[in-house]
C-alpha cells in the first residue's frame, strides 16, 4: 500500500472525525465526554496503520482549520486476556478451535476494557488522574502471547477530544440462533474448495455468540464508526492475500523471521467463521437471545438524519489490492 494511498483514506477518515467534533472541543468545554471512535477492518486492511495516520493529522498542530485535539487511541489487542487466562479458557473449552488461543470473543478481558473505557469516557470530568493503557506482546510465549506488566501500559493524561478503538471485530455483534444456523448450513462467500466450515459445530458458533454479548456493552459507549471494507463481491478471499502480503513485507526486512504461506493461511482460517457469522453486525447489529430484542449499534442509530446530514457510520470500499474505490455513509 503506497504513502499516498494511505494518506489519502487517512484523510477520509480524519474528515469524518472531525465532522463529529463538537464545539467548543470536548477538552475544552470540560463537561463533554470525548468523542469514541469504532474502527473495524479485516486482517491485513492495514487498519493499524491508518490509525496511526489518522492520529498523527488529529493531534498536528500546523492544521490551521482545525485541531489539534488531544487524542487517545488502542487496539482490541491490547484487551486480550493474559496468558495464563488464554491457557486456563483453552483448556477449559479443548473442544471449542475458536477458543485456543487469543483471537476471537471470549478472548478479550471484557471487564478490563469496559473499565477502561468507561473511564475514558469520563476522563474529562476527573483529568488529573491518569490512566493507564494495557499493552500485548504477542511474541512472548512462542507467539502465544502475554499482557505486559503494568509498568509497561500507556499513560493518558488530562482531558481528551477523541478516542479511538480499532480491531477486526470491533462492532461485531451477537446473532439469532436460527440466523447462526442458517449460516452454518452456507459456505463462506467466495471460499468454496479451500476453507471447511465442518471443522466448527453449532455449539462452538453459539458459545463464542453468547460471549459475544458482553462487548456490546463496549460498542454502547462509541458514537462514531469507520468500516474498513473488502470488496462485496468476495469479502472473504482479499484478507488471505492482505495477510500474506504483510507477512511478506516483514520477513523482507528481518531476515526472513515468520509465518509460511501455509501457516498465514491457517492463521487466517481460523477468524473466518468470526466474520462469517457476525462481521454484518457492524451496521445491521444482531439479536438478544435473553430478551427477544435487537440490538442496534450507536452508530446507526441516527434519529433525525435532516438534523445530521452526515451519517455516523463511514465505509471505505477498498478492491482486492488495498485501494480504496469508494465510500458509503451508512444509515438503518
Not at 128 to 153: Q, V
Not at 167 to 174: E, I, L, T
Amino acid at each position: 500500500m503506497s504513502d499516498r494511498e494511505i494518506a489519502r483514506k487517512a484523510f477520509f477518515i480524519y474528515h469524518h472525525i472531525v465532522t463529529h467534533i463538537s464545539f467548543p472541543y470536548p477538552s475544552i468545554s470540560r463537561s463533554s465526554p470525548p468523542l469514541f471512535v469504532a474502527l473495524q477492518g479485516p486482517q491485513g486492511s492495514g487498519k493499524t496503520v491508518l490509525t496511526e495516520h489518522v492520529r498523527a493529522l488529529l493531534t498536528d498542530e500546523t492544521n490551521e482549520d482545525r485541531g489539534p485535539y488531544k487524542v487517545a487511541t488502542l487496539s482490541i489487542d491490547d484487551l486480550y486476556l493474559p496468558h495464563t487466562q488464554l491457557k486456563a479458557l483453552a483448556s477449559a473449552h479443548p473442544n471449542n478451535p475458536l477458543l485456543r488461543g487469543r483471537g476471537h470473543p471470549g478472548t478479550h478481558d471484557t471487564a478490563l476494557g469496559l473499565s477502561l473505557l468507561r473511564s475514558l469516557k469520563d476522563i474529562n470530568c476527573s483529568p488529573t488522574k491518569d490512566l493507564y493503557i494495557p499493552r500485548f506482546d504477542k511474541s512472548l510465549f512462542d507467539g502465544e502471547g502475554d499482557r505486559l506488566p503494568e509498568s509497561e501500559w500507556s499513560p493518558v493524561r488530562g482531558r481528551l477530544d477523541i478516542v479511538l478503538l480499532e480491531g477486526w471485530c470491533v462492532g461485531f455483534y451477537p446473532q439469532s440462533r436460527k440466523y447462526i444456523e442458517q449460516r452454518l448450513n452456507e459456505v463462506p462467500f467466495g471460499l468454496d474448495g479451500m476453507f471447511d466450515l465442518s471443522a466448527y459445530t453449532l455449539e462452538h458458533i453459539l458459545d463464542v455468540n453468547q460471549r459475544l454479548a458482553e462487548y456490546t456493552k463496549w460498542w454502547d459507549l462509541f458514537d462514531i464508526c469507520i468500516q474498513v471494507s473488502p470488496p462485496s463481491i468476495s469479502p472473504y478471499l482479499p484478507i488471505y492475500k492482505w495477510r500474506l502480503e504483510q507477512e511478506h513485507e516483514m520477513k523482507a526486512k528481518n531476515n526472513g523471521q515468520g509465518m509460511t504461506d501455509e501457516q498465514v493461511k491457517t492463521f487466517v482460517d481460523r477468524y473466518i467463521p468470526g466474520y462469517h457469522f457476525f462481521g454484518a453486525g457492524v451496521v445491521a447489529g444482531g439479536y438478544d437471545e435473553q430478551t427477544g430484542s435487537r440490538f442496534t449499534p450507536p452508530w446507526m442509530q441516527d434519529e433525525k438524519p435532516d438534523l445530521l446530514p452526515i451519517a455516523r457510520c463511514l465505509r471505505l470500499n477498498l478492491d482486492d489490492s488495498r485501494r480504496m474505490k469508494g465510500v458509503d455513509y451508512c444509515r438503518r
